[in-house]
Structure formats: C-alpha cells, structure tokens
C-alpha cells in the first residue's frame, strides 16, 4: 500500500469503545473469551500464566497487555499469584461511518492479535482504570474523553510492538517457537526445525536463545514440564501416562527429568500442590475482599461489595437476582427460595435449569426485578449483582443482602456459596473437577488444533 494511503487511512481512523469489565483472576482461574464479537484490548498484571489466542499459548509475565481482533477466542490462566486484569473492547472505523478498510500489507497491528510481556509502564494501567471510570459514568463529554484516551493507549501499544518486531529474524523464531508449541509432545529434530527456519541450525539456535532467553532443548523441556505439572495438579492421570503424553517412553526418565526442573518427582509434586491449594486460596481470599470470605472468632465472614456477612446458620430460603446464581446453588444440590427468570410478557426459567426450580418463585428479571414479589418471598439471605445497586437500600429492609460484580470468577461465587450453606466441600469437588476435566481436554485437543495449524 502507498505510503499517502497508509497516511489518509490512519487520519481518517477513529476508535470506538464499545464496552468494559474488569477482575481479578485467581490462582489457578481461567478467565475464557470464545469469538470476540469486537476488538480487545487485555491490560493486566499480578502474577504469571499463559494466554491463549485460538489454541496458540503465549507465555505471560507478571505485567502484560495484549491486543487481539475480532473473532478470537482467547484463554487467560493464572499460575502464579492472582492476576488483575481490565478487558476494553472496542471498533475501529472510518470518519465517515463506513468500516474500516484495512491495508493488505502483512500483520497490520489493528487486525493482528499480539502481547507485549515487556510492558512495565505502571501508568497504563492507571490509564485503563481512568479510561474505565469515565466509560461507566455514561455521560457524553465523559465517553468522548474515554474514548480519546483509548485512542492514545491504542496508538502507544500499537507503536511499541512495531518497535518490537525485529524482521526476518524474529519472524524466523516466531514460527519455530509456535512449531514447537503444537509439537512438543514429539521427538522434534533440531534440524528439522532449522529447515523450518530456512536458516542454519548455528543460525537458528543464535537467534532463538537471544529472543528467548533459552536453547531450544531447554525451550522444548519447559513446555513438557508446564503440561507435566498441570496435568498433576488437576487429574488423577497415572504418572506413566502423563510421562507418555509429553513425549516420554520411559517413565523413569520423566522422573528424572521433571525432578531436575522442579525439584521434587512427579508424585511428590502432585501431593505437595494438593496440600498447597488450600493455603494459597486462603491468602488469595485475604488479599481479595471484593468477593472472598476469612474466618473470624464469630465463624465465617463473606465479604461482598458493599461490606460483610457473618455466616451464623446456613439460609433455608435464598432469593437470587441473577440466574447464574440459581445454577451455582442447583450445582450444590440446592434450590432457591425464589429467583428472577426470561422473558418479557410471559416469564420462565432457562431451560437448561427449569427443571431443578420446580418449587422456586420467580421474582422479575434480571434488568427489572419484581421487588413487591420478593418481599412477599420473605426470605433470609438475598443475592444480588452491582446492577441492583439502586434497589439495595430496599432490599436490605427486607433480608441480608449480599452483592457481588456479575462478571466475577464463577469459581470464586461457587467457593462462597459452599462456605455460605455448608457446601464447602461440595464446591471443592466440583471445581477440582473443572480443573481435571479442562486440562483433559486441552491435551486431548492438542493433536488436532496442531493438525489445523499446519496444514
């Protein structure tokens, strides 16, 4: 594309900001997005994990934001330390209200997903949370200065990945890298990868320990072991078998080989983090007092948005004002006492649950909750979301009232629901389950997404 019509499109390119949601990703928590129906910018920072984009994993550090268009489906998994994040969707279009009309040239950044792990600016953040701030107030003059500062952020991210692309060489290590991420589970050939790379092997092992900061050996092991050691945390898969699903015939070697990078053999990792996780969720509660609960000489304590709820007794009757509560307590083998449904004229449940609120009241919508009908409910606890912040006061005259962000950590809401109604352990289960049939899936997956990605 000419240089003066590069130049009329970005001058004639506006952003848009179509919509926003902010968390905090927990240890262990994924946070999952299938097809964006927009562009999105991803802003976080806290611990360490992977994020992936279609399939391809991308290693995260502890401060990152990412880019990814319209169409994708991405994964954000956090390993170490609970990840805060704010997710900005948005649109870009011409001046005139037409699509934009991208150039052809190849990986042009408004249609290319990408991270940037060296983002170490504390102020981007702080820009996102303004940006947010003034998004949610909903006035004019407000959005319109929020969407000029996700412009400006668009722009310095933009700039800052150009910055960092380093030609044919760093495109070179990029497919090799994305090769041996779908293909680590194989005996991969160095020189096959250097054939891939069109270069030397000399050439390619250079290149790649400058961007990578690791041989490619070191990198093909430190994809083995991550898989190793989920799979140990989250299934009850036979060590033989993990070792042969990474690529090991020999199980003795992959003993070996995981206890020199970590330390500890394959069984006694599995039986460390299984001890582990209790403790870490009981400081990720303490440092989250959004939605987290801690124990107090009185007993348990729920800590929602607008302050705390000293668990006494288990609620018998529950009334909930968003559906997706209802199915958190219906996966605990509970029922609501009453709870908002579809619809418009006529009202109902979601099929998927009506079946296990045969005895439930239904109490409005989610957007317009029948308030006279709760309060004829008459019940002991009521669960709500931000988005009722106005009825609060009202609610709170009839029963306690807790209020959670609707966007929260589905297993966060679930953990609270267990400690809340004596479930604890029922929610462990399910969530352990989660995990195990996740991480599963993912491996049994990979072969296929592989198959699509080079073929």
């Known amino acids: 594309m000419p240089l003066q019509e590069q130049t009329s499109l970005w001058s004639d390119t506006t952003i848009k900001m179509l919509d926003e949601y902010s968390g905090t990703l927990q240890t262990g928590s994924v946070l999952r997005e299938t097809e964006l129906t927009s562009n999105v910018l991803l802003l976080a920072y806290g611990g360490e994990g992977e994020l992936a984009m279609n399939g391809e994993v991308c290693h995260i550090g502890a401060f990152f934001a990412g880019h990814v268009v319209k169409g994708t489906s991405l994964t954000l998994t956090a390993r170490s330390d609970d990840i805060y994040y704010i997710v900005i969707m948005y649109k870009a279009s011409s001046m005139e209200g037409a699509s934009l009309v991208l150039p052809s040239y190849r990986k042009h950044p408004l249609r290319t997903s990408f991270v940037q792990n060296s983002v170490t600016q504390a102020e981007w953040i702080e820009n996102a949370e303004k940006i947010v701030a003034k998004w949610r107030r909903g006035e004019g003059m407000e959005r319109f200065h929020a969407n000029a500062l996700l412009q400006g952020m668009i722009y310095e991210l933009i700039m800052d990945y150009e910055r960092g692309q380093g030609g044919e060489a760093s495109d070179m290590v990029d497919v090799v890298a994305s090769y041996i991420a779908s293909h680590?589970?194989?005996?991969?050939?160095?020189?096959?990868?250097a054939a891939l790379a069109g270069c030397s092997l000399r050439q390619l092992q250079r290149r790649f320990k400058q961007e990578k900061q690791l041989g490619l050996t070191e990198y093909v092991i430190q994809l083995r072991m991550e898989s190793a050691s989920r799979m140990l945390r989250h299934t009850d898969a036979p060590i033989g078998?993990?070792?042969?699903?990474?690529?090991?015939?020999?199980?003795?070697?992959?003993?070996?080989?995981?206890?020199?990078?970590?330390?500890?053999?394959?069984?006694?990792?599995?039986?460390?983090?299984?001890?582990k996780t209790d403790i870490d969720y009981a400081h990720s509660l303490q440092r989250n007092r959004t939605a987290s609960s801690y124990e107090s000489a009185q007993g348990s304590v729920i800590c929602h948005m607008r302050g705390e709820y000293y668990v006494i007794g288990s609620p018998k009757r529950i009334a909930v004002l968003d559906v997706q509560y209802a199915d958190h307590l219906l996966a605990l083998g509970l029922s609501p006492a009453g709870s908002v449904g579809l619809g418009n004229a006529v009202l109902h449940f979601p099929q998927t649950i009506r079946a296990g609120l045969q005895n439930t009241e239904l109490l409005g919508t989610y957007e317009y909750p029948d308030l006279l009908a709760v309060e004829r409910l008459s019940p002991d606890l009521i669960i709500c979301t931000e988005v009722h912040e106005s009825h609060y006061e009202q609610l709170s005259r009839i029963a306690p009232v807790l209020m959670f962000k609707r966007n929260e950590n589905w297993q966060t809401i679930l953990t609270l629901f267990g400690e809340l109604t004596g479930k604890r352990e029922e929610a462990k289960r399910i969530i352990a389950d989660y995990h195990r049939r996740t991480t599963l899936l993912s491996e049994e997956l990979a072969p296929v997404l592989q198959a699509r990605a080079w073929h």
């Not at 330390?263 to 990792?269: A, S």
């Open 241 to 275: 078998e993990i070792a042969d699903r990474m690529g090991y015939r020999d199980m003795y070697y992959f003993s070996r080989a995981f206890k020199k990078y970590y330390g500890v053999p394959p069984l006694r990792y599995r039986l460390d983090a299984a001890s």
């Open 184 to 193: 680590y589970r194989q005996n991969l050939e160095l020189k096959e990868l």
